[in-house]
Nanobody
Framework: QLQLVESGGGLVQSGGSLRLSCAAS????????IGWFRQAPGKEREGVAC????????NYADFVKGRFTMTRANAKNTVYLQMNSLNSEDTAVYYC???????????????????WGQGTQVTVSS
């Protein structure tokens, strides 16, 4: 069974940066579509970014475009989310998730993802 483990969360001041990591227990990370989601206190979980895998593109939610960058290190079975220019609205628990198969254009629809990590807390102080 696929396991995903997030790390890299923490406390950062507004305007600062963090890089989240998502380590996957597979040997063929490129065959998976990976998504990053977040859930702020009192709010529903929302999609942040996704990557369609081999030949796919990276898709970002409008509220993170230009600030967050999602990358893969397939040799390390790890996906990253570089977060810059953080603000208090970015405070949330961040989750990575995966679905089998690579796609050309991924969707930020939670129901499509079948494996989830435990989440990592990101807190941005103003």
């Amino acid at each position: 069974q696929l396991q995903l483990v997030e790390s890299g969360g923490g406390l950062v001041q507004s305007g600062g940066s963090l890089r989240l990591s998502c380590a996957a227990s597979v040997f063929t990370l490129d065959s998976l579509t990976i998504g990053w989601f977040r859930q702020a206190p009192g709010k529903e979980r929302e999609g942040v970014a996704c990557d369609g895998g081999n030949g796919g593109i990276t898709n970002y939610a409008d509220f993170v475009k230009g600030r967050f960058t999602m990358t893969r290190a397939n040799a390390k079975n790890t996906v990253y989310l570089q977060m810059n220019s953080l603000n208090s609205e970015d405070t949330a628990v961040y989750y990575c998730a995966a679905m089998s198969g690579a796609v050309r254009i991924c969707e930020l629809a939670q129901r499509e993802y079948t494996s989830w990590g435990q989440g990592t807390q990101v807190t941005v102080s103003s």
